[in-house]
């Protein structure tokens, strides 16, 4: 069966206890891929799927919504995708419409991406309730943490990006 979070954690401590480890480091960086997945999982489920999107389409969307128009090696690299991932979802929001892809007018190697009418017409409608999913899973947290949890998440990002 599946084990609540604090079990998990007991467990761990139980089966490492005696080795030389940094505890605290391990649940951080835990929780941090449990919170993700978890908040992945459940925009997925309740937001992304009435519009037949993944989260890696909406992450691209959500980038050259951002933007505007942006060169796709830049979204590759903004939405923390391959540029071969980035090629099968660009195809993919093409083909429905919401991503336009141009030649880039200094060099013809180059490609830009931008969001059409219909893409500016789903983030507008898509990203309050995205957004509201966002206030209700963090809703436990008062700004405060909220921001303190934002700053620590972003030093945690810079370290592992910067290594």
């Not at 599946?2 to 005696?18: F, I, N, P, Y």
């Not at 013809?108 to 509201?132: I, W, Y």
């Amino acid at each position: 069966g599946e084990h609540t979070l604090e079990a998990t954690e007991q467990a761990v401590a139980e089966r490492l206890k005696g080795l030389e480890v940094d505890m605290a480091a391990m649940a951080a960086v835990s929780n941090i891929y449990r919170a993700a997945n978890a908040v992945r999982n459940h925009l997925e489920r309740t937001v992304l799927a009435p519009h037949d999107l993944t989260w890696t389409g909406w992450v691209v969307l959500w980038v050259v919504w951002i933007w505007g128009d942006i060169e796709s090696q830049h979204v590759a690299a903004e939405a923390g995708i391959s540029k071969g991932t980035l090629t099968g979802v660009q195809n993919t929001l093409i083909a429905r419409g919401l991503v336009k892809r141009r030649v880039h007018p200094d060099d013809a190697r180059r490609v830009l991406l931008s969001l059409t009418p219909k893409g500016q017409r789903l983030m507008a409608e898509v990203f309050p309730k995205f957004n509201a999913v966002e206030a209700f899973v963090a809703s436990q947290l008062d700004d405060a943490a909220k921001l303190a949890m934002a700053r620590s998440l972003r030093t945690v990002v810079k370290q592992a990006e910067n290594a």
